[in-house]
Structures are given as structure tokens and as C-alpha cells.
């Protein structure tokens, strides 16, 4: 079968302060995040930090203690040439995760143009950088995670650019230390 809706990965991670790889995309894949929960089953505070493709998307989280959240993460794409997912917890057997999604060969056509489009750290301001480009094909964003991975809060601005000129989607926006924002483009 060529397209598989499936769970990608669900458990507890059993070593403290160390990344644990939870999902790899096989070989000749892609594969389409469509839900990420993370619960904490222990009575005290757990730092997380969650990367998918090598970059953080959950940094130096505190998840409560009995608490559950769900990553907003949803048609996230991910490629067999980087795409894992890790988790670093601060305390072992606390934290449990599920993961569910799609995975589809490479050549499906089904799945052909679903990629991601760009990821990478952003050019301090008011240095401005391309995230990525698109001049063959229209496309379609279905959202933009945004992860402030130091200690001091960040201003964000983010420009789309189209044929017809361009316009903001972030003017200044302040994301605050270690906190993730997701920009919804539906």
C-alpha cells in the first residue's frame, strides 16, 4: 500500500536529559504529522524540548505536573532525509507521547506535491531572509511554526510576498522566551 494512516510512534521516555529518537520516516517516504500529544504522569514539573527534522518546535516546555498538552503540529510534512522526531525530558518515565499521521511513498501521486516548503533558523532583525520561494507552482501553507529557543522574548516580522505585491502576516509580534507560536495560513 502506498499511503498508510497510522500511529507513528507512542511510549514513555524512559532516559532523563538525553534526545530520545521517537519517529523516523522511512526510506523513500514523506510523512504527514497530524496529531502530537505529550502528557506528564508524574506529580512534579518536567522540562521538554521536542525537535522534529533536527529544529525545535517545544523548547525548555514545563509541562505540568498530571498535565496533557497537544502540539499544534497538524500537516506538518516531514522527508526521509532528516525527518525525525525527538524528545529530551528532564525526568525519566514521566513523560508519555502519541504521534498519528499519515506515511506515503515518494511516488504517490496522491501525496506528489505535498512537501515542506522550508525550515531554518531566522536572521536576527532587522536582517530580512527568504523562508522559502515558490515561482513554478502556487502553494498552499497550511501553517508556520514559530519557536523562540532563547532567553529573552524576540520580535517577529513576516512578510508573504505575491505577484501582485505583499503584505504582512507578523509586524512586530512578540514571542516570548521558550515560547512556540503557530501561524495558521488556511
Given at each position: 500500500m502506498a499511503t498508510t494512516f497510522k500511529r507513528l510512534g507512542a511510549g514513555t521516555i524512559t532516559t532523563a536529559n538525553t534526545q530520545t529518537?521517537?519517529?523516523t520516516v522511512p526510506t523513500g517516504s514523506k510523512t504527514i504529522i497530524k496529531s502530537f500529544i505529550i502528557s506528564n504522569s508524574s506529580a512534579s514539573n518536567v522540562t521538554i524540548i521536542v525537535r522534529m527534522s533536527m529544529l525545535e518546535i517545544i523548547y525548555n516546555y514545563i509541562i505540568q505536573p498530571n498535565d496533557t498538552i497537544v502540539i499544534p503540529v497538524m500537516d506538518q510534512c516531514l522527508d526521509a532525509i532528516d525527518g525525525t522526531i525527538t524528545i529530551y525530558a528532564s525526568a525519566a518515565n514521566s513523560i508519555s507521547y502519541y504521534i498519528s499521521g499519515i506515511e506515503t511513498l515518494?511516488?504517490?501521486p496522491e501525496y506528489s506535491d505535498v512537501s515542506r516548503l522550508g525550515y531554518g533558523a531566522l536572521p536576527t532583525y532587522p536582517t530580512f531572509n527568504f523562508l522559502f520561494g515558490s515561482v513554478i507552482k502556487d502553494r498552499l501553507v497550511k501553517g508556520i511554526i514559530l519557536c523562540?529557543?532563547?532567553?529573552?522574548?524576540?520580535?517577529?516580522?513576516?512578510n508573504v510576498t505575491t505577484g501582485s505585491g505583499g503584505f504582512n502576516i507578523l509586524s512586530g509580534f512578540l514571542i516570548?522566551?521558550?515560547d512556540t507560536i503557530v501561524v495558521p495560513t488556511y
Open positions: 529518537t521517537v519517529y515518494t511516488t504517490d523562540n529557543t532563547k532567553s529573552a522574548d524576540t520580535r517577529v516580522y513576516m516570548k522566551s521558550y
